[in-house]
């Protein structure tokens, strides 16, 4: 684990810092994941912020330290998945797309 346990319950209580430093530690591997997955150098920067936002909003529910690296890692390949999706072409499928009866 890149980083200790104790730093992870801080970051669970609360303490920013410790939540800092759980991000810079993890940053790189984030962003190597993202880029693999979505493949738009462009875009991978927009996508990390959401999975360490989705962190910061989920960190409590964390159980055991143990969990926290494949966590993290499916919290990643989710948030990049949901930018594929939004990505996709043809996925707005409103009445506007639809053709009229005649």
Partial sequence: MLVEFEELQRAQSGDDAAFNQVVLAYRKRIMGTIARLIGRPEDVEDV????????????????????????????????????????????????????SRQ
């Fill in 48 to 99: 990390a912020q959401e999975v360490f936002l989705r962190l910061y909003y989920s960190l409590d529910q964390l159980r055991t330290p143990e969990v926290f690296e494949p966590w993290l890692y499916r919290l990643t390949v989710n948030a990049s998945y949901d930018y594929l999706r939004k990505q996709r072409p043809g996925t707005n499928r409103g009445w506007r797309t639809c053709p």
